[in-house]
Every structure is written in C-alpha cells, then in structure tokens.
C-alpha cells in the first residue's frame, strides 16, 4: 500500500503528546535505555521495541480485563492495552529513541460477521531513512494473528476483506484521532470499549 504521510514535518512525528504519548518519564526512559544498551542501529532499536509491545503487552479484549490503558506509561506500566494503547506506547519508544512513527488505522469487523459491525483497529508506521515508510501492528499474536516485523513486505495482524467492508486506511496520522481517544476516555470498562470504538475514521 502506498501510505499518505498527513505531514510534511517529520519533527511531527518525533514530538510528545502530552499526556498520551510521553516518553521523559522514568519507566519509559528506563525501557528506552534497555533497548539503547543492547544496539545503536535504528532498524535493530525498532525491532526490538515492537516484538516487545507485542509480545510483552497483553491485549486487553484477549485476557477479558476490565482495565482501559490509554497513554503510553500506563499501558507500560500495567502491562496490557488494546491495539489503540499498544500504538500508543510504541510510537512512545520509537520517538523517545528519535525514531519518527506515526498511527494508522483498518476498518475491521468486530467479530468476523457483518452483523457484529466494525470497529477501528490501530496500528503505527514508522521511517527509517535506509527504508522510508512502513507499517507494524504490534496488537499482539493469537491464533490466527499472525503480525511480524519487516521493513518490506507487511506482515500486519489482520488481513483486510474490502468484500466484507472493511478498510485499510493509507493515512499516518501525526496524532491519535481524536475519535479514538474519546472512546477509551468515555467508556467505562473494556468491555464497554469493546463497543465503543470508532467505526470509521470519518469526523475524527
């Protein structure tokens, strides 16, 4: 896919975003410096950092919490979020080490069935200057998601059926749409997130 970067400052992408997407605070900084130890390559640091939200951050719908994390440090903190928070925190790290990332979103079926309805999905696109653009989806593995790391082809959680709807949207968002935030703000538990998320990025 070719990706619509929604601004032509990449500075955008490497700022904070109080208080969701803060990366100066002492447990990010401390999991920053944790990957920094280990290497200085840019494509080795994003690796690193994504196969940890993926696989470090359980997915809250996947263990039935009732929990919402939203920004960066408390879903670090708390071990867990939804695809929305997991983006959240690893646009965190990514930026936090210089590494410009951004958000995307997919229009997916909340259950399979399109009387289940849709809901968004979030994910992020990251740039390394070697490779420009691309994609991850550090959602989480399960089986029959299947997301890996790759600079090339996309190797995302969710295959996108335009035949049934959905829609892999192209945009990288310098920000969290606003649509999306509101939804994890105003809901009570996870399981009223489950249906309170945005359907479309429409109006966001």
């Known amino acids: 896919m070719k990706l619509e970067i929604k601004s032509n400052n ?42 940890l939200v993926r696989d470090k951050i359980q997915h809250s719908f996947d263990i039935n919490s009732e929990i919402i994390t939203i920004s960066a ?17 690893l646009a965190a790290l990514l930026r936090g080490m210089g590494i410009p990332a951004g958000f995307c979103y997919q229009r997916v079926l909340r259950k399979g069935t399109i009387d289940s309805g849709y809901a968004l999905h979030g994910l992020n696109a990251v740039y390394l200057q070697d490779y420009g653009w691309f994609r991850l989806d550090p959602r989480g593995n ?8 790759s600079v090339t082809e996309e190797k995302l959680a969710y295959p996108i059926r335009t ?6 949207y192209p945009q990288v968002f310098a920000q969290p749409l606003k649509s999306v935030l509101e939804s994890m703000k105003n809901s009570e538990s996870c399981k009223t997130l489950f249906y309170n998320r945005p359907e479309s990025i429409a109006n966001s």
């Open 163 to 168: 035949e049934l709807g959905e829609v892999d």
């Open 10 to 51: 990449l500075q955008e992408y490497l700022n904070e975003i109080p208080p969701y997407i803060v990366f100066n605070s002492a447990l990010i900084q401390k999991q920053i410096k944790a990957i920094q130890a280990i290497t200085s390559h840019r494509k080795v640091q994003t690796k690193i950092a994504f196969e």
């Open 142 to 149: 399960k089986p029959g998601v299947n997301s890996a790391f």
């Open 73 to 89: 440090n408390d879903t670090l903190e708390k071990k867990e979020g939804i695809c929305f928070a997991k983006s959240h925190l």
